[in-house]
């Protein structure tokens, strides 16, 4: 990998989603008890115009909740909330200083998806140490944040859900990535313990944690992994990818919304300060 330095972002627009709304929309309709009905609350979710972010949004919209699209890409968070009859709220997680409007939003939402995450590749000795602050500004200090500012509200309705979408890398190392594996242990034990002191309150929090999920940040990475093992795009998946997976595939970013609103719904109460694997038997072996 020497002297590579890739980044990619997933709190953006545009790539891959929605080929599983359908879907979820028959399902809920034909299996009535299996329902997360979220009506009257207001779910906030990070990076919600693309990938993952998308698909929950979507996912949560169906179930009856007003949506708040949290991007950094203005034109894919306002045509998604128009999209869904949510709203959005335009914002940079690494701006710290300007998230002053997101945290008042965040003061008024029932359910919290923390999403919105980058990634960079690059060995640690030339790892630059503005891009480690931006990745951990983004993926922990801003859910932080966000947590911090929805929990009041939570606490005086006696009912809150936060859904961490960590990754494999969150349970598991990776060479090259230092700041997003950091990044991704820190969400976990941040998680832990939201669901410890919002247990009192009808709080959970968990996480979710896919493996290579079919979006925008794991496609942005396939040509320079290509370059990088001197193999063809199309053999990444296969062989750099999903090489310690049992099932060779990537993972549908409906599958992953599909759990964020399983732990939102009823048969979730008594599931907090843990993680839900998503990974193709990554893990089995």
Not at 146 to 152: D, F, H, N, Q, R
């Amino acid at each position: 990998m020497g002297g590579n330095h890739k980044t990619w972002e997933k709190h953006g627009g545009g790539g891959h989603g929605g080929g599983g709304v359908g879907f979820v929309a028959s399902v809920a309709m034909t299996h009535p008890h299996a329902i997360t009905d979220l009506s009257g609350r207001r779910a906030l979710v990070t990076g919600g115009a693309s990938g993952i972010g998308r698909a929950c949004a979507r996912r949560l919209a169906a179930a009856g909740a007003h949506v708040v699209i949290v991007d950094i890409h203005p034109e894919a968070a306002e045509k998604l909330a128009a999209e869904l009859g949510g709203s959005a709220v335009v914002a940079d997680l690494a701006d710290l200083d300007g998230l002053d409007p997101l945290l008042e939003v965040a003061g008024t939402v029932d359910v919290v998806v923390n999403n919105a995450g980058l990634q960079h590749v690059a060995p640690l000795p030339e790892f630059p140490a503005e891009m480690f602050s931006r990745l951990l500004r983004v993926m922990v200090e801003a859910p932080f944040r966000i947590v911090s500012a929805a929990l009041p509200g939570m606490y005086e309705r006696g009912w809150g859900r936060v859904v961490n979408v960590s990754s494999i890398h969150g349970l598991r190392a990776s060479a090259y990535k230092a700041a997003y594996v950091t990044a991704k242990h820190a969400l976990e034990g941040l998680s832990k313990v939201i669901a410890l002191e919002g247990a009192p309150h009808g709080v959970t929090s968990n996480c979710v944690n896919p493996a290579y999920v079919r979006t925008p940040l794991v496609e942005g990475q396939i040509a320079d992994q290509a370059a990088t093992h001197g193999i063809p795009p199309e053999q990444v998946v296969e062989k750099v990818m999903l090489d310690r997976a049992a099932i060779k595939r990537l993972i549908d970013p409906e599958e992953v919304a599909e759990l964020v609103a399983y732990l939102c719904g009823p048969h979730a109460t008594m599931i907090t300060g843990t993680h839900l694997v998503i990974d193709g038997g990554w893990t089995a072996g």
